[in-house]
T-cell receptor, first 111, second 115 residues
Framework: QKEVEQDPGPLSVPEGAIVSLNCTYS??????FMWYRQYSRKGPELLMY????GNKEDGRFTAQVDKSSKYISLFIRDSQPSDSATYLC???????????FGQGTELSVKP | DAGVTQSPTHLIKTRGQHVTLRCSPI?????VSWYQQVLGQGPQFIFQ???????GRGNFPDRFSARQFPNYSSELNVNALLLGDSALYLC??????????????FGPGTRLTVL
């Protein structure tokens, strides 16, 4: 069993839609949860990080963590074509240490 | 402020050759990590260095090695290249290794093609 599983997509939505991206992880020792966005042929860009259960909001983006079910989500409101990218969830046992990434979900937002 | 920089951008090698990839962290960052990202997959951890010492190693063969220099820049070396080493090699830097504060920021990567 992989330590983190992510729906691979691809996911195609119309502009303005609410997008839900999800990952599950297997080891409760993981304490830090991150979402990265990666445009084609570029390095991952950190979107959000959190270390507690609950919601964390930043503009149109909301990260949600449920440690009891080992489930993490990223919601994108009012999606824009510029949001088209691959979204990677990442988990870690301590900040600054080794990150374990999901496979990535490719998102396309159509105008 | 300059972000993480990596060189070269692209590289083509043949099987059996050796390659050296370079990374300069964000100014003030003391930790560098290396990841391999095969097409269609998420990045996989290779090494982490902090203050010139290896602090973590992923499940990669001994053909992979790295080091960190006094100015905190880093090199990743891969010997006896295989076709399967073709990937995007990513470098990430963080300030230190302390909880909460030390998020990793990634460079644009070096795309290695092995023929």
């Amino acid at each position: 069993q992989k330590e983190v599983e992510q729906d691979p997509g691809p996911l195609s939505v119309p502009e303005g839609a609410i997008v839900s991206l999800n990952c599950t992880y297997s080891n409760s020792a993981f304490q830090y949860f991150m979402w990265y966005r990666q445009y084609s042929r570029k390095g991952p860009e950190l979107l959000m990080y959190t270390y507690s259960s609950g919601n964390k909001e930043d503009g149109r983006f909301t990260a949600q963590v449920d440690k009891s079910s080992k489930y993490i989500s990223l919601f994108i409101r009012d999606s824009q074509p510029s949001d088209s990218a691959t979204y990677l969830c990442a988990i870690g046992k301590r900040q600054g240490g080794k990150l374990i990434f999901g496979q990535g979900t490719e998102l396309s937002v159509k105008p | 402020d300059a972000g993480v920089t990596q060189s070269p951008t692209h590289l083509i090698k043949t099987r059996g050759q050796h390659v050296t990839l370079r990374c300069s962290p964000i100014s003030g960052h003391k930790s560098v990590s290396w990841y391999q990202q095969v097409l269609g997959q998420g990045p996989q951890f290779i090494f982490q260095y902090y203050e010139k010492e290896e602090r973590g190693r992923g499940n990669f063969p001994d053909r992979f090695s790295a080091r960190q220099f006094p100015n905190y820049s880093s090199e990743l070396n891969v010997n006896a290249l295989l076709l399967g080493d073709s990937a995007l090699y990513l470098c990430a830097s963080s300030f230190r290794l302390r909880p909460i504060t030390d998020t990793q920021y990634f460079g644009p990567g070096t795309r290695l093609t092995v023929l």
